[in-house]
């Protein structure tokens, strides 16, 4: 990870909202530098699918660590990465993985409090604490930690209680050592406003069709947005429907908007 680097990711979410378009690999990463992003994000989804596994903490944490460091290598802006849980059981992996990622070139992580092998189920906050502490010995002072928070994501426990059980957790990740808090699944305007006065961090929330425009989330004080595996989604269903059109109307119009190949090679041509 380099300093300046690093010193650029923190600086950009003082002038919200940071837009972080999410890659899956370092073609796609490149593609999103070219368009203009500030920074990139990994998706954990879009990484794991690309490498030919199922989100959800299934994937090698050498794999992904090795895509991370590929991703940071192919574009100049800095790179954040999802690494789901920390790729470990314990809070001593959870800080072997973030020096590793550190050391891929990363200046950002996002961890999230799930528990993938228990789908609905969050880890005990005092426990991912301990892992969020651990992440920030393993990567340094100058890594931007993002604390993900799950329970709108996964719709868990009464909607009464969500509100006030996101602020619990994010006091507690914040005193943990967290820089940010990434609350999924929720873009209702009144919530996303509340979670901002409520939470002393930078607020992340995740994007898409059907949500607030960016301009609006920033009016409402988010910090960042991000888009998940949306891009990614978009780009399979993109080649999707490439191939149905080449099999069965026997048309090449879709694949007439395609990126220039020889603007690919320039992209990724690094030295």
């Known amino acids: 990870m380099t300093n300046d680097r690093a010193a650029r990711f923190r600086a950009l979410h003082t002038t919200p909202p940071l837009i972080l378009p999410n890659c899956w690999d370092a073609a796609s990463a490149a593609v999103i530098a070219s368009a203009g992003a500030a920074a990139i994000a990994t998706t954990s989804a879009g990484v794991a699918w690309s490498l030919g596994r199922p989100d959800g903490d299934r994937l090698d944490r050498d794999a992904a660590i090795a895509l991370v460091e590929r991703v940071?290598?192919?574009?100049?802006?800095?790179?954040?990465?999802?690494?789901?849980?920390?790729?470990?059981?314990?809070?001593?992996?959870?800080?072997?993985?973030?020096?590793?990622?550190?050391?891929?070139?990363?200046?950002?992580?996002?961890?999230?409090?799930?528990?993938?092998?228990?789908?609905?189920?969050?880890?005990?906050?005092?426990?991912?604490?301990?892992?969020?502490?651990?992440?920030?010995?393993?990567?340094?002072?100058?890594?931007?930690l993002n604390a993900r928070i799950d329970i709108y994501l996964a719709g868990i426990g009464d909607p009464a209680t969500r509100f006030d059980a996101v602020v619990e957790r994010a006091a507690a990740?914040?005193?943990?050592?967290?820089?940010?808090?990434?609350?999924?699944?929720?873009?209702?305007?009144?919530?996303?406003?509340a979670l901002v006065q409520a939470i002393d961090l930078p607020l992340n929330v995740m994007a898409g069709p059907g949500a607030p425009a960016p301009s609006a989330?920033?009016?409402?004080?988010?910090?960042?947005?991000?888009?998940?595996?949306?891009?990614?989604?978009?780009?399979?269903?993109?080649?999707?429907?490439?191939?149905?059109?080449?099999?069965?109307?026997?048309?090449?119009?879709?694949?007439?908007?395609?990126?220039?190949?020889?603007?690919?090679?320039?992209?990724?041509?690094?030295?």
């Open 217 to 271: 989330l920033a009016a409402l004080g988010v910090a960042r947005i991000s888009l998940g595996p949306r891009l990614a989604s978009a780009a399979y269903a993109a080649a999707r429907h490439a191939t149905i059109a080449l099999l069965e109307a026997d048309s090449y119009a879709p694949l007439e908007d395609g990126t220039d190949f020889g603007e690919m090679q320039a992209l990724l041509d690094r030295g």
């Open 72 to 144: 940071a290598r192919a574009v100049d802006v800095p790179v954040t990465a999802d690494i789901e849980s920390g790729f470990g059981a314990t809070a001593k992996d959870v800080a072997e993985t973030l020096a590793a990622v550190a050391e891929a070139g990363a200046v950002g992580v996002n961890i999230e409090d799930t528990v993938a092998e228990t789908p609905g189920s969050l880890r005990p906050i005092a426990e991912q604490a301990e892992r969020l502490a651990a992440a920030r010995e393993g990567a340094g002072p100058d890594l931007f």
């Open 173 to 193: 990740y914040a005193a943990a050592g967290a820089d940010g808090i990434f609350v999924p699944g929720v873009t209702d305007p009144d919530t996303v406003a």
